[in-house]
């Protein structure tokens, strides 16, 4: 079976990541489905470096409330990898356009404090959603191998879209490695990289927003 470069691509357009979700369990048949064609995703040398662990039912619960009441209290953890956070010229002002869809999108004015806080700690809410996945590598591992994860994350968000599943990738759920390390009981060696809530979407404002993408010509060099 095979579709077309245009299917494909107004397929791809219809993604876009899930901040709402219903309560509603998606059949353990249609995940296993949907993790088997996703471990499909190409890697170096076939290493497969990701590691994943699925929280739902009642530690998913647990593990929510605990996020929650952490974050709330104030309380930093360090992530396993480095990162960067503060993002500066064209991508600090990409971050801005995302967060204004969002915001506008729910109706929280700039000025509302209470409200962007109430919306940030719906991260560690998983956005209500029943399910979350956490995607780690060995902490030896290097930047090829985050590149590999990366393509399975992808190809997992992807599968899912395929299956008419909602999902939204999270790197604050990275933020608080030790607690969600501890949760999951991971070995010491692996490092925590992201996190993704997954299930079916709820109708909340906060699911009409959308954001835009660079031009080609922003993004793409051609050398002749």
């Known amino acids: 079976m ?7 691509r107004q397929w791809l357009a219809e993604r876009h990541s899930v901040r709402a979700f219903t309560s509603e369990l998606v059949d353990p048949a249609l995940i296993q489905d949907i993790f088997t064609a996703a471990q499909q995703a190409p890697s170096n040398c076939n290493s497969q470096p990701w590691r994943v662990w699925l929280v739902r039912g009642e530690a998913c619960e647990r593990l929510r409330q605990q996020l929650v009441t952490a974050v709330s209290q104030g309380e930093i953890y360090p992530q396993d990898f480095t990162s960067v956070e503060n ?5 600090r002002e990409r971050q801005i ?3 204004r869809a969002l915001y506008d999108a729910m109706g929280i004015e700039r000025a509302d404090k209470p409200a962007r806080l109430e919306a940030m700690l719906r991260n560690y809410a998983f956005f209500d959603a029943p399910h979350v ?6 902490k030896a591992f290097g930047y090829n191998n985050a590149l590999d994860v990366g393509i399975y994350v992808q190809a997992l968000v992807l599968a899912m879209h395929a299956a008419g599943v909602g999902a939204c990738v999270q790197g604050a759920l990275a933020h608080h490695a030790p607690l969600v390390r ?6 010491e060696d692996v490092g925590l990289l992201t996190g993704i809530s997954f299930g079916y979407p709820a109708q ?10 660079a031009a080609l010509a922003e993004i793409v060099t051609v050398i002749e």
Not at 2 to 8: E, F, G, R, V
Not at 87 to 91: D, I, K, M, V
Not at 133 to 138: H, K, P, Q, T
Not at 204 to 213: E, G, S
């Open 204 to 213: 909340k404002p906060a699911n009409a927003a959308r954001t835009t993408r």
């Open 182 to 187: 501890r949760f999951l009981n991971m070995p």
């Open 133 to 138: 996945v956490f995607i780690g590598m060995n």
């Open 87 to 91: 993002f500066s010229g064209l991508y």
């Open 2 to 8: 095979s579709i077309t470069l245009d299917q494909y």
């Open 97 to 99: 356009d995302c967060a």
